[in-house]
């Protein structure tokens, strides 16, 4: 009454690991019941350590005496901006900028330029 290995499932082996995996589920769902009805309240964790008040009152006159950077709450003036751009630190003035009428113009020079080099297929 030798049992070869076959081709097909082996239902009795299936029917062993099922058995020990509802026994480990019935287990687990045991304890967890128990660790449920036994377990105290959970220690927490230790305060954090006070910081003594002598040094947080030092900190705080520190910050207080710390200079506080200055905010500016108006914009400087067109005009102020101009003089400043046309000085230079050596006392020499900076180039005008062009205007936005000059530079539209060369713009669309500046395209019809490119245009006529792909006409011509150089680009």
């Known amino acids: 009454n030798m ?5 097909g499932p082996d239902y009795e082996t299936i029917k062993e690991k099922k058995q020990k995996l509802e026994l480990q589920k019935e287990y687990s769902r045991q304890i967890k019941e128990y660790n449920m009805k036994n377990i ?6 230790p305060a954090k350590p006070q910081v003594s008040s ?3 009152q030092k900190a705080l006159e520190y910050a207080k005496k710390i200079p506080r950077p200055k905010t500016f709450i108006m914009r400087q003036s067109d005009q102020e901006v101009k003089e400043v751009l046309a000085q ?4 020499t003035s900076l180039p005008q900028i062009p205007s936005l009428e000059s530079l539209w113009s060369r713009h669309e020079k500046e395209k019809e330029v490119v245009a006529a080099f792909k006409a011509l297929h150089i680009l």
């Open 54 to 56: 002598v040094a947080r």
């Open 88 to 91: 230079a630190p050596n006392g």
């Open 40 to 45: 105290t309240v959970l220690q927490r964790l």
């Open 3 to 7: 049992k070869l290995g076959g081709l």
